[in-house]
């Protein structure tokens, strides 16, 4: 099952440089994309969301951009700090189809940020 | 700020035998989940629960699995004959009733997620 996929396994940024995380995805019944942070022996922790009807959306540090045509997501982070080494994940669901709003969440390999001094 | 909790954090237990992983999910939360992290792989979606029932659930949540809400707070994970591939790391999540369809209300809140070594 490979409808949300981050091809990139690992990415090593300066601090103070911008972090660009991207995700792919192949269910166009999703509409709504979030991202979540891991660090080891800890659950995810939401960051940010968009739906569909979106194309950008920017809390703080964190902005992510979707482009629906290419079924592509985008995370930035800017400035990179040291804290924001951790693992990242993108997850996707399709709430239009889903009955009573218990959606799932289908999640990328994710991908591991470093950020380095 | 309000957080999902999952107790215990490591759970070793010989296979064949059953197993109860326990959540508490945000107090005013209606919608839960239950999910699962194999070492080195995706996080797996495994069952929703809502309103006493089960919403959805997948492939992997066979006839072993069931899921439970015993009281007005806590939300649980039984696993009732352990295999040696449900070892993982077991996340409970919530989300808020839908209210208008705000986005916020259906993000999903992890717990720091339950390790089961079954041997």
């Known amino acids: 099952d490979q409808q949300v996929k981050q091809n990139s396994p690992s990415l090593s940024v300066q601090e103070g440089r911008i972090s660009i995380l991207n995700c792919d995805y192949t269910n166009s019944m999703f509409d709504y994309f979030l991202w979540y942070k891991k660090y080891p022996a800890e659950g995810p922790t939401f960051l940010i969301s968009?739906?569909?009807?979106?194309d950008k959306n920017e809390d703080g540090r964190f902005t992510v951009f979707l482009n629906k045509s290419a079924k592509h997501l985008s995370l930035h982070i800017v400035p990179s700090q040291p804290g924001d080494s951790a693992v990242y994940f993108c997850a996707a669901s399709a709430r239009a189809v889903i009955f009573q709003g218990a959606q799932k969440l289908v999640f990328g390999q994710g991908t591991r940020l470093t950020i380095n001094p | 700020e309000p957080e999902v909790t999952q107790t215990p954090s490591h759970q070793v237990t010989q296979m064949g035998q059953e197993v109860i992983l326990r959540c508490v999910p945000i107090?005013?939360?209606?919608?839960f989940y239950w999910y699962r992290q194999i070492l080195g792989q995706k996080v797996e979606f495994l069952v929703s629960f809502y309103n006493n029932e089960i919403s959805e659930k997948s492939e992997i949540f066979d006839d072993q699995f069931s899921v439970e809400r015993p009281d007005g707070s806590n939300f649980t994970l039984k696993i009732r004959s352990t295999k040696l591939e449900d070892s993982a790391m077991y996340f409970c999540a919530s989300s808020e009733a839908p209210s208008g369809g705000t986005q916020n209300t259906d993000t999903q809140y992890f717990g720091p997620g339950t390790r089961l070594t079954v041997l």
């Open positions: 107090s005013n939360h209606l919608y």
């Open positions: 968009i739906s569909s009807i979106k």
